[in-house]
């Protein structure tokens, strides 16, 4: 029923379903590893047929490492991730690990040809082994300041975030402070790639991360 494919084969016979809206929304739909029904699917998530404009069936990679990068203020990439599968990762459910020098050449390796065609970028990445592939990828319209700033700002005050909290809440948070001056200091040991960067950057909020004394795993 696929309307049209795109990519190279990555080896594997596992899928990932992935859903697409029509304004990207981090974190909010589901993604899920194994063959889910689209159209069930679509049905649970989106009733009304206005939210997702179409869900992905995407193959697997074998992933040894996996995370995402963002373009920080200098043009360069800020690139996290961890050991294994990325997607707890990317909800902020486990803790982000140190990643090997070698695979984080090779990930700035691909910044570098992207973003010499495209400009800012953002993008979460997977690490076979010996390839690093692009799973996601975005145009980069919001900036870093600098590595522990997620969005910059001057706010009157800082009001204080637990990652533990959620994506949801801190969707709630920020519409409690649309309309005022003040900014988020954000908890926790999840990335600022992750896609509690990824909603406060799109909500343009002020906003900084405290890492907690909780040692990153290796």
């Known amino acids: 029923i696929a309307p049209f494919n795109f990519g190279d084969d990555t080896g594997l ?3 990932w379903i992935r859903t697409a809206p029509y304004v990207r929304t981090p974190g909010k739909f589901s993604t899920f590893f194994g063959w889910v029904d689209p159209f069930k699917l679509l049905q649970a998530e989106d009733p009304q047929h206005d939210k997702i404009a179409s869900v992905l069936c995407q193959q697997a990679v074998e992933a040894v490492y996996s995370g995402s990068l963002v373009t920080d203020s200098t043009d360069r990439p800020i690139i996290e991730g961890v050991r294994g599968r990325g997607d707890e990762f990317m909800v902020g459910q486990t803790n982000l690990t140190s990643l090997p020098g070698h695979v984080v ?15 800012p970028i953002e993008f979460e990445w997977v690490f076979d082994g010996a390839v690093v592939w692009i799973v996601q990828l975005h145009v980069q319209k919001e900036r870093l300041a600098s590595g522990n ?3 910059p700002g001057h706010p009157t005050e800082f009001i204080d975030y637990f990652a533990e909290q959620g994506l949801e809440g801190l969707r709630k948070k920020i519409h409690d402070l649309e309309g005022k001056n003040l900014g988020i200091r954000l908890h926790g ?8 960067g990824d909603i406060l950057r799109k909500a343009k909020i002020p906003s900084v991360i405290v890492r907690s004394n909780a040692k990153q795993k290796s």
């Open 105 to 119: 050449q090779k990930v700035t390796d691909e910044f570098e040809k992207a973003f010499e065609v495209i400009g």
């Open 13 to 15: 016979n596992e899928y």
């Open 189 to 196: 040991n999840v990335g600022i790639t992750s896609h509690f």
């Open 149 to 151: 700033t997620i969005y």
